[in-house]
């Protein structure tokens, strides 16, 4: 008897740290088994943020489809419930075209309420009430703040750490916007399709650190600084996404003269191991299911086995990417 869940059209997500090549296996698959890609990278859905967010070359993007890149302007921030309807109408057309959707990017909370179906609630940013939070958490003290949370919100109160100012905040705002707890959140309807994760990282800790530093290098060499000039004198400098995007404040402090570059280039390093170290705790979670490559010479080799054998599997090979 065929499982109900493998009759589902199939999907592949790419996770991992930052820097680890999930882009590049990506790339290779898709054109390999005949994919679709779709960004998981919250960063990389602006358009004007191309270097500091590492998004795929124009060259890279021309050889397969890229989908829910430069969706929007650094001044228009959109939530996870926008990503998810975004993402599932883009997926549900790649399986349209009887192609394989490739979910790849960094952003933990993204593929994991992809991938386990989250309701996110339909709450965007308020600027206003957020600015007048951190005020109070700042005035205050962050654990006032939370307890305000656990006066509307128990259970979410009881799952977000009272240091998380960022994730209290947005508890309250959706409280705020909605009436609804931010708990309800979590309620969860099985996806569409059915999913297979692979998971690149390195044999050292030392390693990726390196891998990442080099990156950060080859960014600045690419002309980071210039594009964070042009996003300042553009008018987006002060915008909730850009100062909250790794570097761009960084750098914007180097143009306007109260910081060295070497100085703004440490500290991004600094910034990226922290990422890094954040993104495997999303990804190991176990429920999520993922299968863990260390890079190497045959790792794309070893990944497309797997996704093979995966496709194959399926009774219905229509969706399968041509297999």
Same mark, same amino acid.
């Given at each position: 008897?065929?499982?109900?869940?493998?009759?589902?059209?199939?999907? =592949?997500?790419?996770? @991992?740290?930052?820097?680890?090549? &999930? $882009?590049?296996?990506?790339?290779?698959?898709?054109? #390999?088994?005949?994919?679709?890609?779709?960004?998981?990278? $919250?960063?990389?859905?602006?358009?004007?943020?191309?270097?500091?967010?590492? &998004?795929?070359?124009? !060259?890279?993007?021309? #050889?397969?489809?890229?989908?829910?890149?430069? +969706?929007?302007?650094? /001044?228009?921030?959109?939530?996870?419930?926008?990503?998810?309807?975004?993402?599932?109408?883009?997926?549900?057309?790649?399986?349209?075209?009887?192609?394989?959707?490739?979910?790849?990017?960094?952003?933990?909370?993204?593929?994991?309420?992809?991938?386990?179906?989250?309701?996110?609630?339909?709450?965007?940013?308020?600027?206003?009430?957020?600015?007048? =939070? /951190?005020?109070?958490?700042?005035?205050?003290?962050?654990?006032? =703040?939370?307890?305000?949370?656990?006066?509307?919100?128990?259970?979410?109160?009881? $799952?977000?750490?009272?240091?998380?100012?960022?994730?209290?905040?947005?508890?309250?705002?959706?409280?705020?916007?909605?009436?609804?707890?931010?708990? !309800?959140? &979590?309620?969860?309807?099985?996806?569409?399709?059915?999913?297979?994760?692979?998971? =690149?990282?390195?044999?050292?800790?030392?390693?990726?650190?390196?891998?990442?530093?080099?990156? +950060?290098?080859?960014?600045?060499?690419?002309?980071?600084?210039?594009?964070?000039?042009?996003?300042?004198?553009?008018?987006?400098?002060?915008?909730?996404?850009?100062?909250? /995007?790794?570097?761009?404040? !960084?750098?914007? #402090? +180097?143009? /306007?003269?109260?910081?060295?570059?070497?100085?703004?280039?440490?500290?991004?390093?600094?910034?990226?191991?922290?990422?890094?170290?954040?993104?495997?705790?999303?990804?190991?979670?176990?429920?999520? @299911?993922?299968?863990?490559?260390?890079?190497?010479?045959?790792?794309?080799?070893?990944? &497309?086995?797997?996704? $093979?054998?995966?496709?194959?599997?399926?009774?219905?090979?229509?969706?399968?990417?041509?297999?």
């Amino acid at each position: 008897m065929t499982h109900p869940k493998m009759s589902l059209p199939p999907l =592949l997500a790419i996770v @991992g740290p930052t820097g680890v090549g &999930k $882009s590049d296996l990506a790339l290779d698959l898709a054109e #390999r088994l005949g994919g679709e890609i779709v960004n998981a990278d $919250s960063r990389q859905l602006y358009r004007r943020m191309d270097i500091g967010t590492a &998004k795929p070359l124009p !060259e890279a993007r021309q #050889r397969v489809p890229h989908h829910l890149y430069d +969706v929007a302007e650094p /001044s228009e921030p959109l939530g996870l419930a926008c990503y998810l309807n975004m993402a599932r109408r883009t997926i549900a057309e790649v399986h349209g075209r009887d192609k394989l959707p490739i979910v790849v990017g960094g952003s933990g909370q993204y593929v994991r309420a992809l991938l386990e179906g989250w309701q996110a609630p339909e709450a965007p940013p308020d600027p206003a009430l957020r600015e007048r =939070l /951190s005020a109070e958490a700042r005035e205050r003290g962050a654990e006032a =703040l939370h307890a305000r949370l656990r006066q509307v919100d128990p259970e979410a109160a009881a $799952s977000i750490d009272p240091r998380n100012v960022r994730r209290v905040i947005r508890a309250l705002e959706v409280h705020h916007a909605t009436g609804r707890r931010f708990s !309800e959140s &979590k309620a969860k309807t099985p996806p569409p399709f059915t999913s297979l994760a692979l998971g =690149l990282t390195t044999p050292t800790r030392q390693e990726l650190h390196e891998r990442i530093d080099r990156r +950060v290098d080859a960014m600045l060499a690419a002309g980071w600084l210039d594009e964070v000039r042009i996003l300042v004198q553009a008018g987006f400098g002060a915008t909730p996404i850009f100062q909250a /995007s790794m570097g761009y404040p !960084e750098l914007a #402090r +180097v143009l /306007s003269g109260d910081i060295m570059l070497d100085e703004a280039r440490a500290a991004i390093k600094v910034a990226h191991h922290r990422l890094a170290r954040a993104q495997y705790t999303w990804f190991q979670r176990k429920h999520l @299911g993922v299968q863990w490559f260390t890079i190497g010479q045959d790792v794309h080799e070893q990944a &497309k086995a797997v996704l $093979s054998a995966f496709l194959i599997a399926r009774p219905e090979k229509k969706n399968a990417g041509g297999l």
